[in-house]
């Protein structure tokens, strides 16, 4: 089997995920007629441990019925995950997911809805404080512990979304477009944010978004999706130095221009039904 393999420094991956031949269909029923609906089909790819990936593709290509898939939070049609180099059969204490709306419970303060992961994982009181309140530190949170989720903004609430998830101390981290909903300038300090968590401990990140600057700014490597059903079309590596710090001048910079611009091309290149994706490597690698 061939794969499409994610390595910024071009070198055979460990393979902390691996995606062999993924298929989802999905199967509906009208009256007494059913219909069959492929979402994925015959997906590849390896992303190498502590790697910062984003997905991007039209709207309707599997971007996050693949995230869940790698989650365990769906059984793929067909194919395998792996992660760890254990195949993915079900959730694990190894990887959590920040989905674009916190689903806090409004009735339990900050400190209380980041510890809820560790509470259903049975971990003792005094041990789901402290890492609580390492992750809310971490998160940005620190002062905000006893605030309540109507209490809090759009952005805030995210971060302890986030600190919910990197409180159970995850290998994996998936995000299902986090900072979609808030606006530009929270969404700018959220980027920030995440950018300065990732670099502190270097979690290997799968993170879907619609937004092509987005990608260029957080990744290490892009996958292009294309749609109807889904596939991987291109795989693009983004050689930014890190860290990475959001200034004009990186966003005007003659480099990120041209990443831009690639992936606007593919992007363009993954909606033409007629395709360029290869069948035989599950996408390619556009250096």
């Known amino acids: ?13 460990t393979g902390d995920v691996r995606v062999e031949s993924v298929g989802q269909t999905f199967t509906s029923s009208a009256k007494k007629e059913r219909s069959a609906f492929t979402v994925l089909q015959d997906v590849n790819c390896e992303i ?14 599997g971007k996050t019925t693949l995230l869940r898939i790698i989650a365990g939070l769906v059984s793929p049609s067909s194919g395998a995950v792996y992660s760890g180099g254990r195949r993915v059969t079900a959730p694990s204490k190894s990887s959590a997911m920040v989905f674009q709306d916190a689903n806090l419970m409004p009735w339990r303060n900050a400190m209380s809805n980041v510890e809820f992961g560790l509470e259903i994982h049975g971990v003792g009181k005094a041990e789901r404080r402290v890492r609580a309140e390492e992750a809310m530190e971490l998160a940005g949170l620190k002062g905000f512990e006893n605030h309540y989720p109507g209490q809090l903004s759009g952005g805030m609430r995210q971060r302890v979304g986030l600190a919910r998830a990197l409180c159970t101390r995850p290998q994996l ?14 969404r700018a300090a959220m980027q920030q944010e995440l950018l300065r968590i990732w670099e502190a ?5 799968i993170f879907v978004t619609h937004s092509i600057e987005e990608a260029v700014l957080l990744s290490d490597a892009v996958i292009v999706m294309a749609a109807r059903p889904g596939r991987i079309h ?12 959001y200034t004009e001048e990186l966003e005007t910079g003659e480099q990120f221009i041209d990443y831009r611009r690639r992936l606007a091309h593919l992007l363009a290149e993954s909606e033409d039904r007629s395709g360029s994706t290869s069948p035989t490597s599950g996408g390619r690698n556009d250096k």
């Not at 190498?48 to 290509?61: D, E, L, N, R, T």
């Not at 998936?174 to 530009?184: Q, S, V, Y």
């Not at 401990?201 to 990140?205: E, G, L, N």
């Open 1 to 13: 089997m061939s794969s499409t393999e994610l390595s910024h420094e071009g070198q055979q991956p």
């Open 48 to 61: 190498a441990s502590k790697q910062f990936v984003s997905i991007i593709g039209p709207s309707g290509c």
């Open 173 to 186: 981290l998936l995000m299902d477009e986090p900072f979609g909903a808030l606006d530009m300038m929270t």
């Open 201 to 205: 401990d270097r979690k290997t990140v």
């Open 234 to 245: 291109a795989v693009l590596p983004i050689e930014l130095p890190r860290p990475r710090v």
